[in-house]
């Protein structure tokens, strides 16, 4: 290897970057740093509405505890993402914040499929094998699924 050669970087134009909340998914947000300043970053964060536990509650409560676990969800999912957003702004060109109802995974694979995606860069949890197949990991998915890198 000659050292005297220079490397090549490889420039992300578009990065995603899922949210949760989790000190993992803020890592990643930090560490967005290391890379070259890439023209637009979309944030990403994905929720599912609980099932009642007890279908015999009737319908108006069922409804009813949807309805307000959508509002509640909807509300911290704009709160982390304003978060991570907030701090951006001095590393990256544009920011776009993007929340989402459904699987998260199959979110995320979209989001990176429409919006062309470069790099998708995420937190892991760091589960073990055993413990990845019983409760299933959303990282192991997307990065096995993807079709750009994921980080």
């Not at 979209?110 to 990991?137: C, F, N, P, T, Y």
């Amino acid at each position: 290897m000659n050292l005297s050669t220079p490397t090549m970087t490889r420039q992300f134009k578009t990065i995603l970057i899922p949210i949760d909340g989790s000190p993992q998914a803020d890592e990643a947000v930090r560490s967005l740093q290391a890379f070259s300043p890439p023209n637009r970053v979309l944030l990403l964060h994905c929720f599912a509405i609980p099932q009642l536990a007890y279908p015999g509650t009737g319908m108006s409560v069922g409804r009813n505890f949807s309805e307000a676990a959508e509002q509640a969800l909807r509300k911290e999912g704009a709160r982390m993402l304003e978060r991570a957003a907030s701090h951006l702004s001095a590393v990256c060109g544009e920011v776009s914040q993007h929340l989402e109802m459904g699987n998260t995974a199959s979110a995320i694979l979209s989001m990176a499929q429409e919006k062309s995606v470069d790099l998708i860069l995420m937190g892991s949890r760091g589960l073990g094998a055993i413990q990845e197949h019983v409760l299933g990991s959303v990282s192991h998915r997307v990065a096995t699924h993807s079709s750009c890198p994921t980080l």
